[in-house]
Every structure is written in C-alpha cells, then in structure tokens.
C-alpha cells in the first residue's frame, strides 16, 4: 500500500453556532491528479484521472496511525484532481482536527491506496487504478494542490465538551476567515493532545531535505526537525583543515574500499520495501539418458524455498557550520563525504562478514601457503557449488605473508603475484580471483564462488544528502546507503583461520 501526502496553503475556515451537527466538516483536494510526489517509503508516485472510485466513502485518520475521526461523505473527481468532503466525528479527536485545520496546523490531506493498475515511469510509480482504504489528515506533505480549503464546525450549547485540562481557542485571530451567519464566533475547546510526530528515520530526513531544496516547506521547519538528532561540528573541531590557508592538499585518507563486497554478483535493490526475497535451491532437479524412445524419463522430488533478507540502512551525519565548509582549504566538506564513505564501505564489508561467515564450511589449516589455497578449494562441493569464477579472499597479513612464496619452488600452473605497490595490495594467480580485504579478521582465507551470494545495494551507494540552514549558516550533511545480502548457494564457500 502506498500513502501519498500533500502539502496545504493557509486554510480557510467556516466555524458558524448554527445549532446543526451537520456542520462539522473538512473540505479539500484529496489527490491532485498528474503530480509527481515522494511518498512515505521514498518512493515517487503520480496519480492518473479518475485513478480513484469517487463513490470511495473510506475512514479518516489523525495522521496515518492516528484514531479515526470520521469518514469521507462525498467526492468530486474533476479535472485537477479528486475533491473530498470529510464529515468529523464528535470525538476528542475530531473537535482537535476542526481547530486545527481551522488554524491552518492541519492543511494536508493523505490518502492511502492499493493500486492495482500502474506501470513505471523511470522512477516514478504511475497509478492508473487503486483501491481507496483511507484517508489522513496531516500538517505536512510532499504536493502542493492537494489543499484543505474550507473548515465548517457547529458548535451549539452541550455539543462538544471541553475536558477540564482542555484549553480554549477562539478563532477571531487572522488568517482565518470566520462566517458567523449573524453570531459573533463560537469558542471550540481542543484538548491539549496532538498527532504523535513520526520517527526521525532517514526516509523522513531524506524527504524533508527533498521538500526544503523544492521549497515547499521552511527551512526552519526542517533545521528544528533535524538539528537535534545531528552532532554539531564547527570549526573549532576541524582546526587541523581550516587554518592555515597555505595547505593546498589533504593527505593520510586511506580508502580501504570494499573487495569482497564487489567480487560477489551484484544487483540493484527494488525501489520500495525493506526486505528482499531470494529462491534457494533445497533439492536440485536431476536427470539422466531415456532407455529408449516413450520410456520414463528421470523423474526426481525438487523443492526450491523462497528466503527473504532484511534491507538494512548504514547512515552517519554531521551539522556543519557554513565557515568550516566554505573557508576550509583543503575543503573540509569533500574530506568529510570521503572519509564518510569510506567508514560506510567498513561497516557494509563488515555486515556482509557477519551474514556469510557463519555460513561458510570451516576448513582446518595446512603447511604453507599454496597448502591452504588447495585445502580451501577442496572444501568446496562440486554439487552445491555453481559453475562459475571463484574467488579467494586473503586477510592483510596473510597477503603479506604471502611474499616469502618462492614463484620456482610452486607447481607448474602457480604464476600467482601480488604488487605491494600501495596499501591496497592488487593480486593476480591464474585467473583465481584473488583480494586482499582490510575487513577481513586477521590470519583469514576464504575461499568460493563469486555466485554464491548477490550484494543488493542502492543505486549509487553510499549517497550524500545535505540542506543549508540559513538561519544558523549551517549545512546539514549525511552519507547513507541501503543495503541486503542474499547467500543463495551458501554451501559454495570455505573459511580457514590460521593458527
């Protein structure tokens, strides 16, 4: 299901003491039609004419968790987009919605939707069909039509109770618009309660940069959202880059990059979800030569499981003030995003370590070096091990240790090298696909194939994200990326720990 926000202008607002219980209604554009917007799962969604049934009469919520407060009573699917009237309930809730909206607080509708006809526009999620299943009332969005336009609430004597604590609101202040219908304006009490805020996940940050840099929300809104979850770094803490001005180059970053990550088949993750699903062989298919022609062929149980792994997120973030970004030399920001990307390769290498590890065959070690690379090799099952390239990974001190190997002295096939020319040592050895991996334990060898495991991870990853905040001269920086691992022939690898 995707939920779609959109963003409101000042609302206006109809409160009138005209003794019906009728008057209790939000009125507004539900969904714009042809408007390309982020969506809560990050994804970007447009929605087509009449993409949903006008006689929907779906429950509207304080926000998507949120309680009911009542239910769409009447829809006009026009030109520009779908036009909803809400009919609020007499609960707490609901007396809260009305002033609200009425303020202008609330001035976002939500919907949420199943679509059942859609296709895909690049990145963009067309709905051409979906099944209605509620609607929102929210403060903030990604849309900018979809708007809560008029706000009518009746308030005669006994019909909405204060509670004790509740404060009283009266709606004579602008920017509202008050029809009075010849009374002076009511006085509606709100209870001190609001919508709970959502957490401060990196789809959200993520979105609320996306909306800031579009300029449909303040950027004060977001510096207030943001700025306390985030460490602030100014340029007492980054003396060593920002004076003095004469040091043209930065030096001593060591990209320790992630080989074993990339030697592993690599995919795009799916553009929603977190979690991804995998096939896995259990019982392989057999076959074998047919006696004679209209004799039984091999016919063999097969069982194939479907497996799923989570998408994780790796993410770190800093408040930079403007000076420390601008008045650095060398420049502080690019040292920043380099050295944060090279801390977000560590941690990915060492979660795909974590996952394949445990999984990998133990093999005890051998004599010499050329010993170990046999024994590993040798682990491996031809019948769970797929055709394909295999690979070796070697922890730095055993590549190291790999020096004293005398060329003459190995078998005939052994034309293995390895350059020392950097600290990232580049290896060759007969077509063997051989790494030297930094995140490797020490004293480890593995061995296998490059098809046993496939490294989902976001396009472009990891992807630098960043806001300024005008009012503080402040930049707001993150690096992130998501990432899934998925062992589909766990039985194609082999560990070694030395002694």
Do not use: C
């Amino acid at each position: 299901m995707i939920q779609a926000t959109f963003r409101s202008p000042t609302v206006q607002a109809e409160l009138a003491d005209t003794g019906t219980a009728s008057s209790r209604t939000i009125t507004g554009i539900a969904v714009p039609w042809n408007q390309v917007g982020v969506v809560a799962d990050g994804r970007k969604v447009k929605f087509l004419p009449g993409s949903l049934d006008a006689a929907a009469r779906p429950i509207v919520s304080l926000g998507h968790t949120g309680n009911a407060i009542g239910r769409v009573t009447a829809n006009d699917s026009g030109d520009s987009g779908m036009r909803t009237t809400v009919k609020v309930s007499k609960v707490p809730d609901g007396d809260d919605a009305l002033v609200l909206a009425a303020d202008g607080v609330l001035g976002m509708f939500s919907v949420g939707a199943e679509p059942s006809d859609f296709h895909w526009d690049g990145d963009v999620m067309v709905v051409a069909a979906a099944e209605w299943q509620h609607l929102a009332l929210l403060p903030l969005g990604a849309f900018n039509d979809a708007v809560v336009e008029t706000v009518a609430a009746s308030t005669p004597q006994g019909e909405i109770m204060p509670t004790e604590t509740a404060p009283v609101v009266s709606t004579e202040a602008p920017p509202a618009t008050v029809e009075a219908a010849g009374q002076p304006p009511a006085l509606v009490p709100v209870s001190a309660a609001r919508p709970a805020q959502p957490p401060l996940t990196l789809n959200r940050i993520a979105n609320l940069i996306a909306q800031a840099n579009r300029g449909e929300i303040d950027t004060a809104a977001v510096k207030a959202t943001i700025q306390a979850a985030l460490t602030n770094v100014t340029t007492t803490n980054v003396a060593g880059v920002v004076p003095p001005a004469y040091r043209a180059e930065l030096t001593g970053i060591v990209d320790h990059g992630t080989p074993l990550l990339n030697i592993f088949t690599g995919a795009t993750l799916p553009p929603a979800g977190m979690a991804i699903e995998y096939p896995q062989w259990t019982t392989k298919p057999t076959t074998g030569i047919q006696a004679a022609e209209k004799t039984q062929v091999v016919s063999t149980p097969v069982q194939i499981d479907l497996k799923s792994a989570p998408v994780i997120t790796i993410a770190g973030a800093n408040d930079l003030s403007l000076q420390s970004v601008e008045r650095s030399s060398p420049s502080f920001l690019e040292a920043y995003l380099r050295a944060a990307a090279v801390d977000w390769g560590r941690q990915a290498e060492a979660y795909l370590l974590s996952i394949i590890t445990p999984l990998a065959t133990v093999v005890p070690p051998g004599g010499t070096y050329i010993e170990n690379v046999k024994l590993l090799l040798q682990a491996l099952d031809p019948a769970t091990t797929p055709a394909g390239p295999l690979f070796l990974a070697l922890s730095y001190d055993i590549a190291v240790s790999t020096v004293d190997v005398v060329a003459t002295e190995g078998p005939a096939f052994w034309e293995g090298n390895i350059n020392f020319g950097s600290m990232q040592p580049t290896v060759a050895s007969d077509g063997l696909n051989v790494v030297v991996d930094w995140n490797l334990p020490p004293k480890t060898m593995m061995a296998g194939s490059t098809q046993a495991v496939t490294v989902h991870k976001s396009a472009g990853a990891p992807t630098d994200i960043r806001v300024v905040d005008v009012s503080l001269l402040g930049l707001d920086v993150g690096v992130y990326g998501y990432l899934a691992v998925a062992p589909e022939y766990p039985d194609a690898l082999a560990v070694m720990t030395l002694l």
